[in-house]
């Protein structure tokens, strides 16, 4: 498995309205290999890529509608636990 520069980003997305997790599926998928993008829950995914945190929220933007909001956070140093966190992708791409 082939690994690009990058680093992690959580990213998650919120409506009042309705379920974001396709929302956020398509607007990383437009910009990011599928390999390189992990749903945690509910609205939350885990993506490695090596574009800025401004940038993957400027992705989800147009799919937003008012009222909506999109968060993305970059983080250096990460833990977790169980085979929902898929810790062998998480190690591949860790620090």
Known sequence: MEIGPGSLKCVAAWSPRRRMR??????LGEHVREQDVRHLFGDLFV????????????????????????FVAEFERWAARGPGADPVWLRARGH
Do not use: F
Request: charge should be negative.
């Open 22 to 27: 396709p929302v956020v599926e398509r607007a």
């Open 47 to 70: 993506v490695y890529t090596d574009a800025e945190v401004a940038a993957v929220r400027d992705w989800l933007v147009p799919h937003l509608a008012e009222g909506e909001s999109a």
